[in-house]
Protein backbone atom coordinates (compact mmCIF):
# COMPACT_ATOMS: atom_id res chain seq x y z
CA UNK A 1 0.00 0.00 0.00
CA UNK A 2 0.97 3.63 -1.06
CA UNK A 3 2.13 6.04 1.71
CA UNK A 4 0.26 9.21 1.19
CA UNK A 5 2.51 12.12 0.36
CA UNK A 6 2.89 15.08 2.93
CA UNK A 7 4.32 18.26 3.53
CA UNK A 8 6.51 18.02 6.94
CA UNK A 9 6.52 21.84 8.21
CA UNK A 10 9.00 22.65 11.24
CA UNK A 11 6.39 23.38 13.53
CA UNK A 12 5.86 20.02 13.31
CA UNK A 13 9.01 18.33 13.39
CA UNK A 14 10.43 20.75 16.73
CA UNK A 15 7.34 19.89 18.95
CA UNK A 16 8.44 16.11 18.37
CA UNK A 17 11.74 17.21 18.91
CA UNK A 18 11.32 18.68 21.86
CA UNK A 19 8.87 16.61 23.21
CA UNK A 20 5.84 19.21 23.36
CA UNK A 21 2.31 18.64 24.06
CA UNK A 22 -0.13 17.69 20.84
CA UNK A 23 3.52 16.69 18.80
CA UNK A 24 1.44 14.61 15.79
CA UNK A 25 1.81 10.86 16.02
CA UNK A 26 2.26 8.62 13.58
CA UNK A 27 4.31 10.32 11.12
CA UNK A 28 5.62 7.15 9.47
CA UNK A 29 2.24 6.67 7.99
CA UNK A 30 3.02 9.59 5.40
CA UNK A 31 5.63 9.63 2.54
CA UNK A 32 7.23 12.95 3.53
CA UNK A 33 8.66 16.11 1.97
CA UNK A 34 9.94 18.92 3.41
CA UNK A 35 12.16 22.02 2.35
CA UNK A 36 15.73 21.62 2.70
CA UNK A 37 15.45 24.80 5.11
CA UNK A 38 13.50 22.04 8.02
CA UNK A 39 16.79 20.63 8.93
CA UNK A 40 18.24 24.18 9.53
CA UNK A 41 15.08 25.23 11.47
CA UNK A 42 15.86 22.31 13.53
CA UNK A 43 19.44 22.50 13.68
CA UNK A 44 19.22 26.61 15.16
CA UNK A 45 16.67 25.89 17.52
CA UNK A 46 18.68 22.98 19.76
CA UNK A 47 21.46 24.78 19.14
CA UNK A 48 19.40 27.72 20.43
CA UNK A 49 18.01 26.29 23.24
CA UNK A 50 21.33 24.45 24.08
CA UNK A 51 22.76 27.90 24.83
CA UNK A 52 20.01 29.02 26.99
CA UNK A 53 20.57 26.48 28.85
CA UNK A 54 16.85 25.07 27.90
CA UNK A 55 18.48 22.19 26.40
CA UNK A 56 21.41 20.46 28.05
CA UNK A 57 24.69 19.39 25.98
CA UNK A 58 23.21 15.62 26.47
CA UNK A 59 19.71 16.50 25.46
CA UNK A 60 21.32 18.20 22.54
CA UNK A 61 23.09 15.30 21.27
CA UNK A 62 20.39 13.13 21.56
CA UNK A 63 17.92 15.44 20.12
CA UNK A 64 20.31 15.83 16.94
CA UNK A 65 20.78 12.34 16.48
CA UNK A 66 17.18 11.72 16.82
CA UNK A 67 16.82 15.05 14.01
CA UNK A 68 19.31 13.12 11.86
CA UNK A 69 18.01 9.56 11.66
CA UNK A 70 14.15 11.23 11.27
CA UNK A 71 15.39 13.37 8.32
CA UNK A 72 16.62 10.27 6.45
CA UNK A 73 13.24 9.30 5.88
CA UNK A 74 12.48 12.75 4.41
CA UNK A 75 12.50 13.63 0.79
CA UNK A 76 14.24 17.01 1.42
CA UNK A 77 13.72 19.79 -1.71
CA UNK A 78 16.76 22.35 -2.20
CA UNK A 79 15.67 25.76 -2.20
CA UNK A 80 15.56 27.43 -5.31
CA UNK A 81 15.63 30.94 -7.22
CA UNK A 82 12.13 29.60 -8.36
CA UNK A 83 11.08 28.70 -4.56
CA UNK A 84 12.27 32.06 -3.77
CA UNK A 85 10.76 34.42 -6.14
CA UNK A 86 7.66 32.34 -5.73
CA UNK A 87 7.58 33.00 -1.63
CA UNK A 88 8.41 36.82 -2.22
CA UNK A 89 5.10 36.62 -3.97
CA UNK A 90 1.40 37.24 -2.66
CA UNK A 91 0.10 34.17 -1.55
CA UNK A 92 -2.78 35.44 0.44
CA UNK A 93 -2.48 35.69 4.08
CA UNK A 94 0.46 37.58 6.07
CA UNK A 95 3.53 35.31 6.19
CA UNK A 96 6.75 35.17 7.40
CA UNK A 97 9.50 34.49 5.16
CA UNK A 98 10.47 30.93 6.00
CA UNK A 99 6.85 30.01 6.15
CA UNK A 100 6.05 31.40 2.59
CA UNK A 101 9.45 29.19 1.77
CA UNK A 102 7.67 26.24 3.25
CA UNK A 103 4.31 26.34 1.52
CA UNK A 104 5.54 27.68 -1.74
CA UNK A 105 8.10 24.43 -1.49
CA UNK A 106 4.54 22.22 -0.85
CA UNK A 107 3.00 23.99 -3.67
CA UNK A 108 5.45 23.69 -6.37
CA UNK A 109 6.28 20.14 -5.43
CA UNK A 110 2.27 18.97 -5.89
CA UNK A 111 2.51 20.74 -9.21
CA UNK A 112 5.35 19.42 -10.57
CA UNK A 113 4.64 15.62 -9.55
CA UNK A 114 0.78 15.89 -10.41
CA UNK A 115 0.17 14.36 -6.63
CA UNK A 116 -1.62 16.38 -4.02
CA UNK A 117 -0.03 16.69 -1.03
CA UNK A 118 -1.17 17.17 2.76
CA UNK A 119 0.46 19.91 4.63
CA UNK A 120 1.55 19.28 8.52
CA UNK A 121 1.51 22.27 10.32
CA UNK A 122 0.91 22.77 14.09
CA UNK A 123 1.03 26.93 13.19
CA UNK A 124 -2.22 28.86 12.13
CA UNK A 125 -1.24 31.18 9.99
CA UNK A 126 0.31 29.04 8.08
CA UNK A 127 -2.64 25.76 7.84
CA UNK A 128 -4.89 29.12 6.63
CA UNK A 129 -2.68 30.34 3.86
CA UNK A 130 -1.78 26.48 2.61
CA UNK A 131 -5.78 26.12 2.53
CA UNK A 132 -6.32 29.25 0.85
CA UNK A 133 -3.87 28.44 -1.46
CA UNK A 134 -5.40 24.85 -2.18
CA UNK A 135 -3.68 22.49 -0.16
CA UNK A 136 -5.32 20.03 2.53
CA UNK A 137 -4.05 20.55 5.90
CA UNK A 138 -3.93 18.39 8.75
CA UNK A 139 -4.25 18.52 12.02
CA UNK A 140 -6.24 21.85 11.53
CA UNK A 141 -3.97 23.81 14.74
CA UNK A 142 -6.50 24.64 17.66
CA UNK A 143 -7.52 28.66 18.24
Known amino acids: ?10 SVLLRRLLRQ ?3 LPGLSQW ?11 ARRTLHRLCAIQALSEADLAVRSAE ?3 FLAAVDQVPISKIILNRAGGPLGGSLKA ?7 TAM ?11 FLTHDRQ ?3 SASTNGLSV ?5 P
Open 108 to 118: LWSESSGESIV
Open 138 to 142: YPWPE
Open 1 to 10: MDRRRAYLDS
Open 126 to 128: LAR
Open 31 to 41: ALVASELLEVE
Open 21 to 23: PGA
Open 98 to 104: LDAIHLV
Open 67 to 69: LHT
